[in-house]
């Protein structure tokens, strides 16, 4: 192997591995809510008041204890997926590209009263996420839907 080939592979593999970034410091619920999406377009949520940043919250008809095991199921399905904190009402998820090992944060906050989960999905690192938090929620809603939460099921 040259030796230009080989330089080529050991920077493209330290970049690869760089691409995880850190932990932002505004995951977590602050007075019952998850943070704001920033003005960059590489984020969503149930929350945001813009139409460039706002997703649809997921809905359940069953009680919330239950509506969180479902949502976990369907996440623990999904590829490169990691549940980093988990407590009553609120999880957050780390999901990894498969290419590039880009980390997305995706928060999941349950409004009991409302019987919805709220979502916020944000890119680690970047400006632009070319879509991918918004893919990564309607994917998600695809998979919430089809499973369904177990109140629903029976309702069928």
Known sequence: ???AIL???ISLLVLMAGCGGSMPKDIGVRNNRLAD???SPNCVSSRS???????DPLTYSTDADAAMRALKDVIGNMKRTRIRTESKGY???EFTSALF????DVEFLVDEQARLIHVRSASRIGHSDLGANR?????LRSLWQQKGTPAAKEDR
């Open 91 to 93: 999880l957050h998820v």
């Open 7 to 9: 330089t080529m592979t």
């Open 101 to 104: 090992r880009f980390v997305d």
């Open 49 to 55: 008041p813009d139409a460039g940043h706002t997703v």
């Open 1 to 3: 192997m040259s030796s």
């Open 37 to 39: 999406c920033p003005p």
């Open 135 to 139: 893919k990564r929620v309607e994917q």
